[in-house]
């Protein structure tokens, strides 16, 4: 069946209402987007049961300052920065989805709004839509850090200071005691741009134009996250972001050993000196040439003759000290990895102010700096399954923006693996899989005077770990209280 609807002066647009599909023996197949407001995501309500006892959005929504008229105001900044984070933990990444989402009861009701179903406000200016449409999120993501007098519609500011600092108290709330020890990882990575956005600059290594966020990672919690143009080096901006972190940590936990932990990109005598001069510890990858080659090939002869021998990979290690020619100012520790792959000769270098009584040669490179892999698992599950990388708006403060929503997402993530997937089998799992396992799951919402019901697939097959999961978050809701 097809309906027509108009958009303007002699136009129509044909809308399809009905789907055939293949018969089953003698009966027809018919199908129909006529099943009212079923939501696809009914894992919203244990995200619901996050959010509401930890109050992540309503600290969100303390960096935010509103200045439209209160008599005018259909939903607050909480109400818009709940229902576009939640719509990307659910998979949604473009506005445009909003505009049916903003009937979504179960999105509402995660919202916190009191009226999930509309039903009270048909005859309000929302015409019965719980929910913000896609030119509202869209003002919202245009926010600046001031607001004009002359501005019409961005009329919703928001403190930078503010968001990055909520990272850092997540982090730290999220530990009942001082930690002794935390290793801070740097990494940036590309984030490809498809227009004219500002800031768009060509990357010779990404070979492509983009952006080069640079991120900064705890284990799995996310401590910053800045969005770089493509024409600055990886480690811009990299000591702003350690002192800002380290400074908002040491004044709670003042006692804690601060490692910092990174690629060769990093490795750059202002983030040094500043680790030496504030009494943090260092362990950087070193970009090899021909004087470090030099200086490991004994070891690289070792290694090569023990893979011939064996059949296998051989490593062999090297302590040394090292300074560059012009660009360092003092000499420091360095470790060389003289590697054989059977085929292939693979030398790696790092360097360090921590002692050799502390980590030997060996256990600095495998187990210290090797398990820095991990945090690009970190980022790619935040480019790949919150969208981070959702960058196109037109300025980049905007797309800033953006990106801290997206990093707010991952923070909800993070708590939800943390807190009420402890023991279950996704308790490891990565969004794209919680996201298809956990919270995709038919639901119809029904509102009366007195209660809201929410009826959940009967054939649901990971029923045990929903109610697991549901069961560890009224727990430590409990212990919190």
């Known amino acids: 069946m097809l309906t027509t609807q108009g958009y303007g002066r002699n136009t129509t647009r044909c809308i399809r209402t009905e789907f055939d599909f293949q018969p089953a023996g003698r009966r027809r197949v018919e199908g129909a987007f006529d099943g009212g407001r079923v939501s696809s995501d009914g894992g919203l309500l244990l995200l619901r049961e ?45 506005l445009n989805d909003h505009d049916m989402l903003r009937d979504d ?14 039903e009270q406000r048909k005859r309000e200016r929302d ?47 999220a530990h009942d005691r001082p930690l002794a020890e935390i290793v801070l990882d740097l990494d940036a990575t590309d984030d490809p741009v498809h227009g004219k956005q500002e800031g768009r600059f060509f990357h010779g290594f990404y070979d492509s134009y983009c952006y080069l966020p640079l991120y900064v990672f705890c284990g799995d919690f996310l401590l ?3 969005l770089n143009t493509a ?12 002192e800002r972190i380290v400074s908002q940590i040491l004044a709670r936990w003042p006692d804690v050993r601060v490692i910092v932990r990174g690629d060769s990109g990093f490795c750059r005598d ?13 362990v950087l990858g070193l970009q090899k040439n021909s004087r470090l080659i030099v200086e490991i090939e004994d070891e690289m002869k070792q290694a090569r003759a023990i893979s011939e021998q064996t059949g296998k990979e051989a490593r062999v290690f090297k302590d040394f000290r090292y300074e560059t020619n012009r660009t ?71 797309n800033q923006l953006r990106l801290w929503l997206s990093s707010v997402a991952y923070m909800i993530l993070n708590e939800l693996r943390r807190l009420a997937l402890a023991g279950t089998e996704l ?3 990565q969004v794209s899989t919680i996201r298809t396992r956990l919270l995709k799951i038919g639901a119809i919402v029904t509102a009366s005077v007195r209660r809201i019901r929410v009826s959940l697939s009967s054939v649901f097959p990971l029923q045990h770990v929903w109610w697991r999961v549901l069961e560890n978050l009224h727990r430590h809701h409990v212990m919190r209280r």
């Open 231 to 242: 024409d600055k080096q990886p480690v811009s901006g990299a000591v702003e972001e350690l």
């Open 105 to 118: 009861a179960l999105l509402a009701l995660a919202v916190g709004k009191i009226d999930p179903t509309g």
């Open 427 to 429: 308790a490891h799992a």
């Open 270 to 282: 202002e983030v040094m000196r500043w680790c030496e001069d504030n009494g943090l510890f260092f």
């Open 328 to 398: 360092w100012s003092r000499e420091r520790r360095v470790v060389g990895k003289a590697e054989y792959t059977t085929d292939k000769e693979n030398p790696r270098f790092v360097t360090t102010n921590l002692s050799h009584d502390e980590y030997d040669a060996r256990s600095l490179y495998e187990d210290l700096y090797c398990a820095r892999g991990d945090m690009e698992n970190r980022i790619k599950e935040q480019q790949l399954g919150l969208f981070a990388d959702r960058t196109s708006a037109h300025t980049l403060r905007a």
């Open 224 to 226: 910053g996250a800045a």
């Open 127 to 173: 015409r019965g839509h719980a929910l913000a449409g896609k030119s509202t999120l869209n003002r919202l993501e245009l926010a600046k850090p001031t607001v004009a007098g002359d501005e019409r519609y961005k009329k919703i500011s928001y403190d930078d200071h503010g968001i990055q600092r909520l990272f850092v108290d997540t982090f730290l709330a």
């Open 50 to 94: 996050l959010t509401e006892s930890s109050g992540v959005f309503r600290d969100f929504a303390s960096c935010f300052r509103d200045h439209r008229d209160p008599s005018r105001v259909e939903h607050t900044v909480e109400e818009l920065l709940a229902q576009r984070v939640l719509g990307l933990l659910c998979g949604y990444e473009d």
